[in-house]
């Protein structure tokens, strides 16, 4: 398939906010997208980069009833040399999966990759430059057919949208409060939990805004069907340090596979660090914990790459985790992560592509 672009004129581009530090989090957005449009008897035509805009949608259009609707999330970071993309074969890779378990149309992930490649071209003063900031990429891919039963829809449109974001810690790489949510659930065995999908994230807004009126940042959901094990945070994976082994949840389908919970688990290895991809218990965390074995406690995600987690509440009692101060491993992870994506360590996993086709 041919990638159309049209540009609009110089004269009707807009600039990079001037102070950086007003950026925030996908607030404004960049003057260019990608876009694509699918036909079950005709496949996916008439892909183009052009101007930022609304979408055209009939007001009976699938995603809007049924909500077949995925997304991903990835980033470009300004380097002295270039622009860089982080495993974004990962991103597009995983949008594939997420669109076969919402029986959404396949579609060829490098065209898709290389069409974001022109776009972040056509966009590159838009990567804000100031420390920890970078150009967000949202990959959104949504059911478009106009139809009222509950089928898949036989028209679907893909689209990239760029967001400039701030420095996500910009006050300071500081631990959060996180309560472990007992009562409320995010996905259960045989669901989607494993998909990037729409209806996961309205889902959970309800127990969330509860634990933020309780003064936590985020919930750490247990699984739905004993509500023992440990899943994941919000839009993040979940780590423990307990007694020096490195334990996370095994994707047995109800967490999201996430691509900076590949890293770190691959990091670990290489460092030697012992890693368990298992179910946990949170009666073990807890028990670690009492006897003083809870070595640290972090998420893993795209936004915020790796967030501290300083105290965990359950069932009312609050665990104040490495006396709410950044571990060791923490630290470590978060900077050659962020050395990794920034171009000052070097890439000895081949993880880094060059976001710009110049
Ligand atoms: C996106 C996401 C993650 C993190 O995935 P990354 O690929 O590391 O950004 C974790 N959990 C959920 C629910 C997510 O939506």
């Known amino acids: ?7 609009i004129p110089e004269n009707e581009r807009r600039k990079l906010p001037e102070d950086e530090s007003t950026l925030g989090f996908g607030k404004i957005f960049t003057d260019h997208m990608f876009i694509m449009y699918y036909d079950e008897g005709k496949g996916w035509y008439d892909a183009e980069i052009k101007k930022y805009e609304p979408l055209v949608l009939d007001p009976a259009a699938c995603v809007l009833h049924y909500g077949q609707a995925i997304f991903e999330g990835m980033k470009a970071y300004r380097t002295e040399d270039g622009i860089n993309l982080f ?20 579609f060829d992930p490098d065209f898709v990759l290389d069409a974001l490649k022109e776009l972040i071209t056509i966009e590159k003063h838009w990567v804000p430059h ?4 970078s150009l967000y990429i949202r990959p959104t891919y949504i059911a478009s057919e106009p139809f009222l039963g ?8 893909l689209y990239i949208i760029l967001s400039p974001v701030g420095a996500y810690y910009a006050t300071g790489f500081n631990p959060v409060k996180i309560k472990v949510e007992d009562k409320y659930i ?5 669901g989607v939990g494993q998909a990037k999908t729409c209806g996961n994230y309205a889902a959970s807004l309800f127990a969330t805004k509860e634990a933020e009126k309780e003064g936590y940042a985020q919930v750490l959901w247990l699984d739905a069907q004993e509500r023992k094990y440990v899943e994941e945070v919000g839009t ?5 340090v307990i007694d020096g082994v490195v334990i996370t949840s095994p994707l047995t389908g109800t967490i999201l596979p996430g691509i900076t919970r590949d890293s770190v688990i691959q990091l670990c290895k290489s460092e030697g660090i012992k890693v368990e991809e298992r179910n946990l218990a949170i009666d073990e965390v807890i028990n670690a914990f009492e006897n003083g074995k809870l070595d640290e406690a972090f998420g893993s995600g795209t936004a915020a790459v790796i967030t501290p987690v300083g105290l965990l509440g359950y069932k009312g009692k609050d665990y104040t985790i490495n006396d709410f101060k950044v571990g060791k491993l923490t630290q470590k992870l978060y900077d050659t992560i962020t050395g990794i994506q920034w171009g000052k360590i070097e890439d000895k996993f081949g993880w880094i592509q060059k976001a710009t086709k110049d």
């Open 150 to 157: 509950v089928h898949p829809s036989g028209q679907y449109i």
């Open 236 to 240: 993040m994976n979940m780590f423990f």
């Open 87 to 106: 495993r974004p074969e990962k991103n597009f890779e995983r949008l594939q999966m997420s669109a076969d378990r919402m029986v959404m149309a396949r």
């Open 186 to 190: 995010r996905a259960a065995d045989g």
């Open 1 to 7: 398939m041919e990638l159309k672009i049209n540009t």
């Open 130 to 133: 100031s420390e920890g900031t």
